[in-house]
């Protein structure tokens, strides 16, 4: 075998290259972790292929006389961690062979050339930790880390790491390699691994492979007591930077620095708070926030729980699910006292969600939205929740500009594909609703919020019986919330089907006596009825009980005959919305 040629800069051999002037060993491309002696015995025998190089003559080389060191155990341990970069052992070698008791030769074949470029990991993604304790009422502990560690690696700047949502959309895949999924969700790399729960213990075993070749670049597995888990997350997500030579700002350690211990079972109630947050059903919604509230009583310290009980707050409320003060209300306090002990972009957007729909305050709130951003451009729900505000006060450019942000950040959030798809629906673009309401539905056909706006678009367009058929599926699979009752009721009106929608308004009434049905649907059915003085007396009514969905009046095409009305832009002028 030849000898390297003094005008070379790179020696190739099977998946791996050295650069030799960075003096870096790579593996297809990624630079590979190999300390300074490892990395001088695999220049030495790539110096004299084929030949043996003797023990005598790599001590002199790169253990000199002045170095007070155990040779043999320095040797060998530069040979046992080189072996461990290139994937071999010492029975079978294919590149490092041991001539015993005289030294090593390296008997792979080698080209040599000039070095490739360097390829780069500025994307990733995390897929589901696996539970290895396959009790089904763990897989909330598996769900919380795995979104947790996606939290920290979504810190770092130069790292754009794919959402939970999108990357949730894995966990129950097993027919698809790693390369496929790095495809689809176009990363560079993707984080896999396990976790195990035994008592207040637990262990993390997270591994980092390449996107485009499926070999394995970084492995460690880690075991911690929960008080200390939110360090451990930390710690997985900078070793992973480290591995891919991310660098790090130091605002980006500044915000991975932001932890401390933790109650056991606080934590574990949050993370069942955000397991059940998840799902975004009235159940989901429900059962989050009391897990939330356990945590908070657990430590009342504890920012996250306080945000997330925001969160819980401040959707049941927008969905109707609850009465304002139970919603956004709630919300409003439960944000603000997050951020009196910790300031987040989640909290803050949680704090601006709760003010636009229950004080109807666009100033105050988009402030807040605009601080989430700041404190973190890469979350989505600060875009998505910005954009609605931006919809209400008929910014549509720059509504559709944070959607689509939004939309970027978690690409398969049914969630946030609402609200994208609500910027055609509200400035009449029925056709384009139409059209990404079925694309999105590809991902998921029983997302009651996908097909609650599908049934809006078909409405719009005024294909009545479709959307009386959508209508119909979503009151089924949401448990009859009133909300969705009333839009059927809507839909019937707007069909011409005035005894339908009567007769389920009535039932509104009756059901309102005993659990909250919003003032704001109600006015909605009058209005499709065009019993006008009825649907003005409702929307007073859902301006004193502070509807949240009457953040949406100025823009709302189902309310679009009633704008000439004096009433009309009464209403708008108490609500302070901006001319």
Same mark, same amino acid.
């Given at each position: 075998m030849e000898r390297i040629h003094p005008s070379e800069t790179a020696v190739r051999f099977g998946v791996f290259e050295v650069d030799l002037r960075a003096r870096e060993l790579r593996k297809q491309g990624v630079r590979l972790k190999l300390q300074d002696q490892p990395l001088e015995v695999l220049l030495a025998l790539l110096?004299?292929?084929?030949e043996v190089v003797t023990r005598d003559e790599l001590q002199q080389k790169?253990?000199?006389?002045? $170095?007070?060191?155990?040779f043999d155990h320095g040797l060998y341990n530069a040979i046992k961690r080189l072996r461990e970069a290139l994937g071999e052992n010492a029975e079978k070698p294919q590149y490092i062979e041991t001539a015993p008791r005289r030294g090593y030769r390296f008997i792979g074949?080698? @080209?040599?050339?000039?070095? $490739?470029?360097?390829r780069r990991i500025r994307s990733l993604a995390v897929l589901p930790l696996e539970n290895l304790s396959r009790d089904p009422e763990q897989e909330y502990f598996a769900d919380g880390l795995t979104e947790a560690l996606i939290t920290s690696l979504a810190k770092i700047s130069a790292l754009r790491v794919v959402s939970r949502t999108s990357a949730m959309q894995y966990k129950s895949v097993r027919n698809k390699s790693v390369s496929e999924i790095a495809r689809e969700l176009g990363v560079d790399a993707v984080v896999e691994g396990t976790v195990q729960r035994f008592g207040d213990r637990a262990r993390i075993s997270a591994q980092l492979i390449d996107g485009h070749t499926d070999s394995h670049l970084w492995a460690e597995s880690y075991e911690r007591d929960l008080r200390d888990i939110l360090a451990l997350q930390v710690e997985v997500a900078s070793a992973i930077a480290t591995e891919i030579q991310v660098k790090l700002t130091p605002q980006d350690r500044k915000q991975l620095a932001r932890t401390r211990p933790v109650n056991p079972e606080a934590y574990e109630a949050y993370l069942k708070g955000r397991f059940f947050w998840n799902k975004r059903t009235p159940h989901g919604v429900k059962k989050?926030?009391?897990?939330?509230?356990?945590?908070?009583?657990k430590d009342p310290t504890y920012a996250a729980a306080h945000a997330g009980l925001a969160d819980c707050a401040g959707i049941a409320g927008w969905w109707g699910f609850v009465p304002?003060?139970?919603?956004?209300?709630r919300a409003k306090e439960a944000a603000r006292k997050s951020l009196e002990i910790e300031e987040t972009a989640e909290a803050h957007a949680s704090l601006g969600w709760a003010i636009i729909h229950y004080d109807f305050d666009t100033l105050s709130a988009e402030k807040e939205f605009q601080r989430a951003i700041e404190l973190d451009p890469r979350y989505p729900s600060a875009h998505q929740w910005y954009a609605h505000l931006l919809g209400y006060t008929q910014r549509w450019d720059q509504s559709l500009q944070e959607a689509a942000q939004a939309l970027q950040l978690d690409p398969l959030s049914h969630i946030i594909n609402v609200s994208y798809i609500g910027c055609f629906v509200f400035t009449h673009q029925w056709d384009r609703a139409i059209e990404h309401c079925r694309k999105a539905l590809e991902f998921d056909l029983n997302s009651v919020p996908l097909r609650w706006m599908l049934a809006n678009s078909y409405e719009g367009k005024e294909m009545h019986e479709e959307a009386i058929t959508e209508r119909k599926w979503v009151v089924e699979h949401s448990d009859g919330a009133p909300t969705f009752v009333a839009e059927l009721a809507g839909s019937y009106a707007s069909a011409g089907k005035r005894d339908e929608a009567t007769r389920? %308004? @009535?039932? %509104?009434?009756?059901?309102?006596?005993?659990?909250?049905?919003?003032?704001?649907?109600?006015? %909605?059915?009058?209005?499709?009825?065009?019993? $006008?003085? @009825?649907?003005f007396?409702?929307?007073?009514?859902?301006?004193?009980?502070?509807s949240a969905r009457l953040a949406f009046a100025k823009i709302d095409p189902r309310l679009d005959y009633l704008r000439f009305d004096t009433r009309f832009n009464d209403l708008l002028h108490r609500m302070k919305f901006p001319a």
């Open positions: 110096e004299r292929p084929s790169i253990w000199p006389s002045d $170095t007070f060191v155990d074949k080698i @080209e040599a050339g000039q070095p $490739t470029p360097v989050g926030a009391e897990y939330f509230e356990q945590a908070i009583d304002p003060e139970e919603g956004c209300g389920i %308004l @009535e039932q %509104l009434k009756k059901i309102s006596k005993r659990r909250y049905v919003p003032a704001y649907w109600l006015a %909605l059915v009058y209005a499709a009825l065009k019993h $006008t003085d @009825e649907a007396n409702w929307l007073n009514k859902a301006y004193s009980e502070r």
